[in-house]
């Protein structure tokens, strides 16, 4: 049986002890919603090693506090050998576990975060020359200018980002990645499949030419034009991180391309143009 990605141990208090008989454990939760409303919630008890025989299960409505109290010696004394776990009820809602040791008095499991239902994408983002994976990567989702997710890819490049389900499912959505200044922000539209998905990006550096040398974009909106003169007509706005291939300088202004992501179209292309110095540094 796998479990959720965040899910996280229990925080125990040790109970005073009593006689063998008397001892009981009382096991709460809690839960926080983030933009929405379950009608209900079903919480399982049952030993890590036998998932099928439950300790008990119990329905608790909104409101309700959430907690159980047993005999302590009934839980399944290897270490984490027990599991809670929660369903909120009234809509596609992700199923949540939390694994936790057996003890006598009080056992307050981690927070519950109850989230919109989603559907999931796997993503892992890798270096297209290298097959290595790039670490640490800013991800975002959006549709139509309104950002869904924004997740940071853990060190092997891996994600698992979440796309709700309320979403147009007519138009695909736009997913952004920012590695830092490692390689060029990475764009593209997609559409996300129903349910859990697998999906591998494979980004690369832009390939310069004989006699450039990459610049990294400074701050967001900074103006590339067609032209070196004052008032040349702007071809488009960069963002903070976009990488410009240079390959000449004229005082202040130099002259380089750029990879721009075409959004009709939903790909790269070239596009050659101007950039004042003070809006682009040298790469590393």
């Known amino acids: 049986m796998g479990l959720a990605q965040d899910d996280s141990t229990a925080i125990v208090t040790p109970g005073i ?39 008990i ?19 399944n004394s290897d270490s984490l050998g027990n599991i809670a776990k929660l369903e909120p009820l009234g809509d596609a809602y992700d199923v949540q576990y ?47 200018g309104l950002i869904f997710t924004n997740i940071t890819a853990d060190t092997s490049g891996y994600a698992r980002v979440r796309i709700p389900i309320n979403r147009d499912n007519e138009i695909p959505v736009l997913l952004t990645i920012d590695s830092h200044d490692l390689f060029p922000i990475w764009r593209a539209k997609i559409n996300v499949p129903i349910g859990v998905s697998e999906k591998t990006v494979n980004i690369s550096p832009i390939k310069l030419q004989r006699g450039e ?43 380089g391309r750029v990879r721009v992501f075409i959004d009709r179209q939903n790909k790269y292309q070239s596009v050659n143009g101007w950039i004042l110095r003070q809006y682009v540094m040298i790469g590393k």
Request: negative net charge.
């Open 57 to 75: 299960q119990k329905l608790y409505f909104p409101g309700e506090p959430i907690q159980i109290i047993l005999p302590a010696n009934i839980l």
């Open 213 to 255: 040398t990459v610049y990294y974009v400074t701050d967001d909106l900074s103006p590339f034009r067609k032209s070196p003169e004052n008032g040349a007509a702007i071809l488009f706005l960069l963002n903070k991180g976009d990488h410009v291939a240079i390959s000449k300088t004229a005082g202040d202004r130099l002259f």
């Open 17 to 55: 002890l009593k006689s063998q008989e008397a001892e009981t454990v009382t096991i709460s939760a809690s839960v926080k919603l983030i933009d929405v409303r379950p009608t209900a919630y079903r919480l399982s008890l049952y030993p890590r090693s036998h998932p099928t025989e439950s300790f």
């Open 98 to 144: 939390r694994m936790f040791n057996a003890d006598v008095g009080e056992i307050a499991l981690s927070t519950f975060n109850i989230l919109p239902p989603a559907d999931i994408l796997k993503l892992t983002v890798l270096n297209e020359r290298t097959d290595e994976p790039i670490p640490n990567c800013d991800i975002v989702v959006s549709q139509e």
